[in-house]
């Protein structure tokens, strides 16, 4: 099914409203968790989107629509601004509604990708949900690289005299400093060449290892790999590599951020995860040392989870082994 991402403004937001009833009413009807419980009349859901009317109209919240071919609304998701004057750097995802019959064809995927841009595009630099345990939606998120903060039981009523419990997530987003560019590159690209050199002295400094064998056989490769090269106001900044571990898993090598550029690591992370995705694979995998405890938590603080050693690190206790599941 080919459709549009589209951001409803308060003029045809109006319009959308017996559409969006229609798709929160069959994902209510359906099981959903999403603050009703069934039955749920399109009256009652209409009523709901009515309501939301003035945020949509001040621009608290911003409703995004999936919209097919054919002009049929089949997903929406709510992004919620915290309106809290210590919260202007944060926002809430709500309502993430795919009609039963659409889904699993990357409509909320796609639906919280532009709510992601739509946050950075606001300086919303923290996202927030809570999603009910054990729903396709954990899934979803998981998926993404949503981090969980922990599980609240007894959150909200089924109807028949039981409760169930909330998984509550959070997805930082790193806003990219202005004048941040990130491309690929060759690895031997001149401008690359004293990054990389930079980052080998550093590693070779500090942990006895220089990792340069990181980019060997680039060519052999090339097709399932990633350089990338970022620039801040012109100047290289940072770069980091993909490069294919199996058919089905990518591994991050050569990460680096010049010293004071902050954002730029991150940035250079989330390129390359759209980059694995792009090239089919489901997972990431990277290798760091123990002792540097800065990247572990860098990477942690991006989704990555400590696996076990894999490959050439098995046999390293001094290696610390994360993967992330794209
Ligand atoms: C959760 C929901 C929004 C997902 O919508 P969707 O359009 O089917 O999701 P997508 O197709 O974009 O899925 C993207 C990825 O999420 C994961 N995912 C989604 N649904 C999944 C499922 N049922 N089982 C396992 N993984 C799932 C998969 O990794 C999927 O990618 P893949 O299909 O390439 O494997 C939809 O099931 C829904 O509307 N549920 C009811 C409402 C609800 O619970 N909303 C969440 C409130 S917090």
Same mark, same amino acid.
């Given at each position: 099914m080919r459709f549009d991402i589209v951001t409803a403004t308060a003029d045809d937001y109006a319009a959308a409203i017996p559409a969006l009833a229609q798709v929160l009413r069959a994902c209510v009807m359906n099981?959903?968790?999403?603050?009703?419980?069934?039955?749920?009349?399109?009256?009652?859901?209409?009523?709901?989107?009515?309501?939301?009317?003035?945020?949509?109209?001040?621009?608290?919240?911003?409703?995004?629509?999936?919209?097919?071919?054919?002009?049929?609304?089949?997903g929406t998701v709510t992004l919620a601004l915290a309106p809290q004057v210590n919260g202007t750097h944060r926002a809430e995802i709500a309502k993430m509604l795919v009609h039963p019959q659409a889904r699993r064809q990357g409509i909320a995927a796609a639906l919280l990708k532009r709510a992601e841009e739509l946050a950075r595009a606001q300086a919303r630099r923290l996202l927030v949900l809570d999603t009910r345990v054990g729903d396709d939606a954990e899934w979803l998120y998981t998926r993404l690289g949503w981090q969980s903060c922990g599980i609240i039981p007894d959150y909200a009523l089924n109807g028949d005299g039981t409760s169930h419990a909330t998984h509550v997530m959070y997805r930082p987003l790193p806003q990219r400093p202005p004048?941040?560019?990130?491309?690929?590159?060759?690895?031997?690209?001149?401008? *690359?060449? =004293?990054?990389?050199?930079?980052?080998? @002295?550093?590693? #070779?400094?500090?942990?006895?290892?220089?990792? /340069? &064998?990181?980019?060997?056989?680039?060519?052999?490769?090339?097709?399932?790999?990633?350089?990338?090269?970022?620039?801040?106001?012109?100047?290289?900044?940072?770069?980091?590599?993909?490069?294919?571990?199996?058919?089905?898993?990518?591994?991050?090598?050569?990460?680096? *951020?010049? =010293?004071?550029?902050?954002?730029?690591? @991150?940035?250079? #992370?989330?390129?390359?995860?759209?980059?694995? /995705? &792009?090239l089919g694979y489901r997972r990431l995998v990277l290798e760091t040392r123990w002792a540097n405890d800065r990247a572990v938590s860098f990477y942690r603080r991006h989704g990555y989870r400590i696996i076990a050693n894999y490959g050439p690190y098995e046999d390293r206790p001094e290696s610390a082994c994360l993967g992330k599941i794209l």
């Open positions: 099981g959903a968790a999403v603050g009703f419980i069934p039955p749920l009349d399109l009256d009652q859901a209409a009523a709901f989107w009515r309501g939301q009317g003035d945020a949509v109209r001040t621009g608290e919240k911003q409703i995004l629509l999936a919209v097919t071919q054919a002009g049929d609304i089949v004048g941040l560019v990130i491309a690929a590159a060759h690895p031997e690209d001149p401008e *690359a060449t =004293p990054l990389i050199d930079a980052l080998s @002295a550093d590693l #070779l400094a500090r942990f006895g290892s220089d990792g /340069r &064998r990181g980019l060997a056989g680039w060519e052999d490769v090339a097709d399932r790999s990633l350089f990338a090269l970022a620039r801040l106001d012109g100047k290289p900044a940072g770069c980091g590599a993909l490069r294919p571990f199996d058919a089905e898993v990518g591994e991050i090598k050569r990460m680096y *951020a010049l =010293p004071g550029s902050p954002g730029v690591g @991150a940035a250079i #992370l989330c390129f390359l995860e759209e980059g694995a /995705r &792009r």
